[in-house]
């Protein structure tokens, strides 16, 4: 099971924290993902880590001002969104695959955390 938090409101130009805290399986194994979904829009990739947190991948949109992480010994995966802007507002989801490495299809992705939104303001 995966547990997403961290989203609030937030003045363009802030910054915000997720967090995606794991239970019941290997986390260590797993590469993670986050997704966000605005609405009237289709599910997008944010960000993808490998197991070991030594692969990363960004959406162009994010490049330079998110980074993504995780500590496998608090099975905890981050998103550290930094210079949000209002086209960032969305409902953002973390997800787990049982592939190792850097994994950008939501296709691959087993499990879903269930959503928090971050919603950012003019």
């Known amino acids: 099971q995966l547990q997403a938090s961290g989203g609030g409101l937030v003045q363009a130009g802030g910054s915000l924290r997720l967090s995606c805290a794991a239970s019941?399986?290997?986390?260590?194994?797993?590469?993670m993902g986050w997704f966000r979904q605005a609405p009237g829009k289709e599910r997008e990739i944010v960000s993808s880590?490998?197991?070991?947190?030594?692969?990363?991948f960004y959406a162009d949109s994010v490049k330079g001002r998110f980074t993504v992480s995780r500590d496998n010994a608090k099975n905890t995966a981050y998103l550290q969104m930094n210079s949000l802007r209002p086209e960032d507002t969305a409902v953002y989801y973390c997800?787990?695959?049982?592939?190792?490495?850097?994994?950008?299809?939501?296709?691959?992705?087993?499990?879903w955390g269930q959503g928090t939104q971050v919603t950012v303001s003019s």
């Open positions: 997800a787990a695959t049982r592939m190792a490495g850097v994994v950008v299809s939501s296709h691959e992705y087993d499990s």
């Open positions: 019941g399986g290997t986390f260590s194994r797993y590469a």
């Open positions: 880590i490998n197991w070991s947190g030594g692969r990363t």
